[in-house]
């Protein structure tokens, strides 16, 4: 954990833009909602675990260049950091995608460092797909912890919880679920014809 060199004994701020906004699994002792400017969420690295599969991959969200991100400061107190992000490098960084960075956001008590991670786009998960390719591999993504569009579906609900509309979200979101209806109700391929040929009368 080189990115941590030196850090390891004083408060922490982790920056939460995705599933540790829901769900940290580690000890936090203060959240603050907080803003990155320089960065926004997309769905840019590929998963064939946990939301996505071989046989029908999924999408995890990173941070990738240009915008702005909406999301919340994460505090870990000094005496337990090394422990607290033991359990988070093995959570985040259990394969290649993300390069964990320092970076300024600003919080409404005032500005701190904190560690985040960003999609690595030297990674052999990185893909940049449109819109509109970005929501049919969510809808049809689904692994062992779930499908790809479950994951969509609560990443579009908690920044509204917190008063915050993340608009390019919210326009995947709903094309997501344009898709899996046109799947599910879709025309149907015509299937062969089972009829037996007929035979020579006489």
């Known amino acids: ?3 941590l060199s030196g ?3 004083a408060d922490l701020w982790v920056f939460a833009y995705g599933s540790l ?4 699994a580690i000890y936090i002792a203060e959240i603050r909602t907080a803003a990155l400017a320089g960065f926004h969420r997309a769905f840019c690295l590929k998963t064939h ?3 996505g599969s071989l046989e029908r991959p999924g999408l995890m969200v990173g941070l990738h260049d240009g915008g702005e991100c909406q999301g919340l400061a994460l505090r870990i107190p000094a005496n337990i950091v090394d422990r607290e992000t033991d359990i988070m490098w093995m959570r985040e960084m259990v394969s290649d995608g993300y390069a964990p960075t320092f970076v300024r956001v600003q919080t409404p008590q005032g500005t701190v460092e904190a560690l985040t991670f960003v999609a690595d786009k030297g990674s052999s998960r990185w893909v940049d797909l449109d819109e509109e390719a970005t929501a049919r591999m969510i809808a049809t993504g689904v692994g062992m912890l779930g499908t790809n569009l479950d994951y969509l579906d609560t990443l579009a609900g908690h920044p509204v ?3 915050v509309i993340d608009i390019g979200i919210s326009h995947l979101h709903a094309r997501a679920h344009q898709v899996v209806g ?3 109700i879709g025309p149907q391929l015509p299937r062969p014809s089972s009829t ?3 035979r020579p009368s006489g």
Request: aromatic share 4%; proline share 9%; no cysteine.
């Open 1 to 3: 954990m080189r990115a």
């Open 7 to 9: 850090r390891l004994h």
């Open 21 to 24: 906004m829901w769900d940290p």
């Open 49 to 51: 675990i946990g939301r």
């Open 161 to 163: 919880l917190l008063g």
């Open 182 to 184: 046109a799947l599910a």
């Open 196 to 198: 037996l040929p007929k």
